[in-house]
């Protein structure tokens, strides 16, 4: 996966959003995100017919922007939509079960130590998810905020391996994250409760991609 699709990857479910969730996409591919991934879950989440909907909405947007739509745990769907990817927890499938099954498709795995990251990149993931940076409430079941030398020390053993950094990351803590390794920022609520969607992610992306 080219490190650069990573540089301001955009989660999103319907639970996150104060506004409607597909204008919120809408505003924020037009902005310029590089990634988006759609995570469904929590209280009062789409379930059934209506999530499937609602999938199939945001990965047009996505496509007519060619911006990959990457599905968090939800595999079945995932192949049912033919998305461009999936990104899956510890707890979620092996690796290897999808990968058979979803030839070509990006890959991501949320990792929270060095033994996890190094199995993930083993079984062939794509990227690898590290995080919380940052105290986040924008998942229940978070760990306690990794910071900076962490996500630092995590870099040192990838080498160049694809990272994005997650958890309570803003317009003001995001160039710390790349540079303390990160290729790029995943971000929920940064975008989801911006006043101003197009600036917030302007100020979130690494312009001068080389
Ligand atoms: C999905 C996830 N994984 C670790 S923190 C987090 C939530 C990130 O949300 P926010 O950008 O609002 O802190
Ligand atoms: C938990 C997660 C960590 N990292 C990414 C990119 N997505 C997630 N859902
Ligand atoms: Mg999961």
Not at 177 to 206: F, M, P, W, Y
């Amino acid at each position: 996966m080219d490190c650069n699709r990573l540089n301001v990857y955009f989660i999103m479910g319907t639970v996150n959003c104060k506004k409607d969730p597909l204008k919120t996409l809408e505003e924020a591919l037009q902005a310029g995100i590089t990634c988006f991934q759609l995570r469904e879950k929590g209280e009062g989440a789409l379930i059934g017919a209506a999530y499937e909907e609602f999938a199939r909405a945001c990965q047009k947007m996505c496509q007519s922007y060619q911006v990959p739509f990457i599905v968090n745990d939800d595999v079945e769907l995932a192949l049912k939509l033919n998305a461009d990817g999936i990104h899956v927890g510890q707890e979620d499938l092996a690796l290897s079960t999808f990968r058979e099954q979803a030839k070509g498709k990006i890959v991501g795995v949320s990792v929270h130590n060095s033994r996890e990251m190094k199995q993930a990149i083993l079984n062939g993931a794509d990227y690898v998810g590290i995080g919380p940076i940052y105290r986040t409430k924008s998942k229940t079941d978070a760990k306690p905020p990794a910071g900076l030398p962490f996500l630092s020390a995590m870099r040192k053993q990838a080498g160049n391996f694809p990272i994005v950094g997650i958890g309570g990351i803003t317009e003001e803590n995001a160039s710390a994250v790349r540079s303390s390794g990160a290729d790029g920022v995943s971000v929920i609520s940064v975008i989801c409760h911006s006043k101003d969607i197009k600036q917030t992610v302007e100020n979130l992306l690494l312009e001068n991609i080389n």
